[in-house]
């Protein structure tokens, strides 16, 4: 029966269009439809029908029961004339004809649920639907069987009886209608009482938005800006307190070292702070970017345990435990958004817990999204204040923040930033029990499609100064030898036995080999002759307590060295056997001299030949007089931008090709990343170097375009 027809009418004359209608409205109201529901399928059919009946030929109309998952009347009708040739302008309203085609369709369409029409040359089939109304819609096969027998045995009833069926519907609809309309009357009456009122509100509140607005970009800009000044001297304080702790320039007093690792703690917590604010700032201008990547949740905690470890240290009395999970997914989304909510969240529990553990785990709802939980038995938050302290400055009184000065920004952050990724952060805490944050993070971040701007990946040579291997078996010698060459240009290998100086010369060509004769006790001989005949070029310096300069120089060895080597001894005779090369000049441009000071003390090598710029017009002039190898330049500069040098010097076919590094600390814009990529330059910021206190980017990049002596780097072997 579902594959029949209930009702099937072929299209010859007007009166089968008649009929069609009669038809519809009385299976629609043997169905249950509703009289409006009746009207609208008799209209639709008709339209349908008649359109079937003028414009094509062998039209057809069936009618369908279907009583499957969306129970519903469908009317099919069909025809075998010429097809619609412009079926899309008469669907988008755009047709206009003298004999009403297009509007008849669109109106149809209206009126049905469900309305597909397929048009070709050979035809054109038209399919409405009307879904059944609540009350009908579990009827069964047996009585759509009953429908259809009722139908069959229906005579066909005049069309003028249908016409005055017709005209009482339109009458009753034109009653209906006009009693709309009356109450229409008063509606309006009434909304023009109250169309002032709502026009000033709207301007009040437009005038109040605008407001606003401006008032949070004027608070945008003011944090960003503040925030890039603060910037600047924060990293050059560090970045000073590091280099008088690493002692580059003699040994502290045990009250200066103290003193020096106040002035780093109080700089490192006034930079959290600053770039606390400016990450809310960005929030806030929805300026954070997520770039979403796959990693696992093991390794993401394992990176956690090492940065936090400087905490840990300062409480002794509190165990930082974190619960793997090898059966999480993998998660796809920003993990150093991710790392920050964590961090934030793991770093307070360990702040204010003053005794105890905090637990770190992270567990799966569904395949959907993963709960990271920081549990603590610390000193808990009442519930009035759980809502309160995510809100921006705010902080809970507590005998524990003498010791533990917050920003009160921390906890709004980790919120922000967690529903950027999808997610939320909320927490579980009694006064005196401790408390549980929850960070909840879809496993997939179904924003914005991840950028397709690819970092530059620079080469990253293992050394930046040649390396010398040297084999010692004295721990306090090989320890004196690593002394000597610390500040040279020189970078020790220590190994300790032969074993491990095989494998490592197996990797790499040393600049030189520096090799005791005697390793625990017995003679190196064969090591020695191997190193001689796989490396020949290579010098070879042997040391003993013992004379053996006559054997040593026999078994192939440059120089002969008698224990105990002086300094000047050991860099005189690397200096003359190794050939070095000429320095290369390197150009530092910033106008803040403390920033040029510290790169100064960070690159200092023997093959850099280094100036310094104050400015960019100074720079420019320096550039011309005498062409650097590379410059380092900064982006914010008093006259010229760095920028702008970069234009003008990209302009001039003699520094066109010229390598330049741009160092800042300014919070870069999409627009400004692609000029300065489109300049062919790449970007270091200051507080990346900062925070490690590491020449390491620097030095990559020399590697990158060629700068850093052969010498230096040690070839892979095979």
């Not at 906890?411 to 579980?428: F, I, K, Q, T, Y």
Request: charge should be negative.
């Amino acid at each position: 029966m579902a594959d029949d027809p209930i009702v099937s009418i072929q299209l010859r004359t007007e009166r089968d269009v008649v009929q069609a209608r009669q038809r519809a409205r009385e299976l629609a109201s043997l169905l249950g439809f509703e009289n409006q529901d009746q009207i609208r399928l008799a209209t639709a059919t008709s339209e349908i029908a008649r359109n079937a009946f003028r414009y094509a030929q062998n039209g057809k109309v069936m009618f369908y029961v279907r009583i499957d998952a969306l129970p519903r009347l469908e009317v099919i009708v069909s025809d075998s004339g010429p097809g619609i040739t412009n079926l899309d302008d008469i669907l988008d309203g755009r047709y206009q004809s003298e004999t009403g085609l297009g509007k008849g369709i669109i109106g149809t369409k209206r009126l049905m649920d469900d309305f597909d029409l397929r048009t070709t040359a050979e035809g054109t089939t038209v399919r409405l639907a009307k879904y059944f109304p609540r009350h009908a819609a579990g009827v069964t096969p047996s009585a759509v069987r009953d429908v259809a027998a009722v139908m069959r045995s229906k005579e066909t009833e005049s069309p003028y009886e249908e016409i005055e069926r017709q005209n009482r519907e339109l009458l009753k609809t034109l009653q209906e209608l006009r009693g709309r309309q009356e109450e229409l009357v008063l509606l309006n009456r009434e909304l023009e009482d109250t169309n002032r009122g709502v026009v000033a509100l709207y301007a009040e509140l437009d005038e109040r938005a605008d407001y606003l607005r401006r008032a949070s970009e004027l608070k945008t800009r003011f944090l960003s800006n503040v925030s890039h000044e603060f910037r600047t001297p924060l990293n050059s304080i560090i970045s000073l307190a590091r280099l008088l702790m690493d002692k580059m320039d003699g040994d502290l007093t045990a009250e200066q070292e103290k003193q020096v690792r106040y002035i780093e703690s109080s700089a490192r917590d006034l930079q959290e702070l600053v770039n606390d604010l400016l990450d809310l700032a960005k929030v806030e201008a929805g300026k954070i970017k997520i770039r979403p990547k796959k990693f696992e949740v093991p390794e993401l905690f394992s990176a956690l345990k090492g940065m936090l470890k400087p905490l840990l240290a300062d409480n002794s009395s509190v165990e930082l435990i974190f619960e793997d999970n090898a059966s999480l997914p993998p998660l796809y989304t920003d993990e150093g958004k991710v790392s920050q909510i964590l961090r934030n969240l793991i770093s307070n529990a360990l702040k204010f817990t003053p005794q105890g553990t905090v637990r770190v785990c992270a567990h799966e709802t569904d395949h959907e999204t993963v709960i990271f939980e920081v549990q603590d038995t610390g000193i808990g938050i009442p519930p009035e204040q759980h809502e309160a302290i995510f809100k921006e400055f705010t902080q809970v009184e507590n005998p524990l923040q003498e010791r533990h000065r917050g920003t009160g920004l921390g906890l709004p952050l980790c919120r922000n930033l967690a529903v950027l990724l999808g997610g939320s952060v909320s927490l579980n805490s009694e006064l005196g029990k401790g408390s549980c944050f929850y960070a909840e993070i879809p496993v997939v971040y179904h924003g914005e499609s991840p950028s397709t701007e690819e970092s530059v990946a620079l080469p990253a040579p293992e050394f930046h100064r040649a390396p010398v291997l040297i084999l010692e078996d004295n721990l306090k010698t090989a320890s004196l030898f690593e002394s000597y060459l610390r500040h040279s240009e020189f970078q020790p290998i220590l190994v300790t036995d032969v074993a491990q100086a095989e494998v490592w010369i197996a990797r790499h060509t040393p600049a030189a080999v520096v090799a005791d004769i005697y390793m625990g006790g017995e003679p190196a001989w064969g090591f020695i002759s191997n190193v001689r005949d796989k490396l020949p070029a290579i010098p070879l310096l042997l040391m003993s307590a013992h004379d053996e300069a006559q054997h040593a120089l026999a078994k192939g060895a440059d120089v002969f060295l008698l224990k105990p080597v002086a300094r000047e001894e050991l860099l005189r005779e690397l200096r003359r056997l190794t050939a070095q090369e000429a320095p290369r000049r390197l150009l530092i441009v910033d106008d803040n001299e403390v920033s040029r000071y510290i790169l100064r003390e960070l690159l200092d090598r023997p093959w850099l030949d280094i100036a310094e710029a104050a400015n960019g017009n100074e720079a420019i002039r320096l550039i011309h007089e005498n062409r650097p190898d590379a410059v380092i330049l900064d982006l914010l500069m008093p006259d010229l931008s760095g920028l702008e040098v970069m234009k003008r010097l990209r302009q001039d076919l003699e520094t066109e090709k010229l390598p330049i590094l741009i160092y800042t600390s300014k919070a870069l814009s999409e627009n400004e990343k692609a000029d300065i990529e489109g300049l062919n330059s790449l970007v270091v910021r200051k507080e990346d170097v900062s925070t490690r206190l590491s020449a390491r980017p620097f030095l990559d990049w020399l590697a990158s375009v060629g700068l850093v002596p052969d010498a230096v780097v040690p070839k892979q072997n095979a």
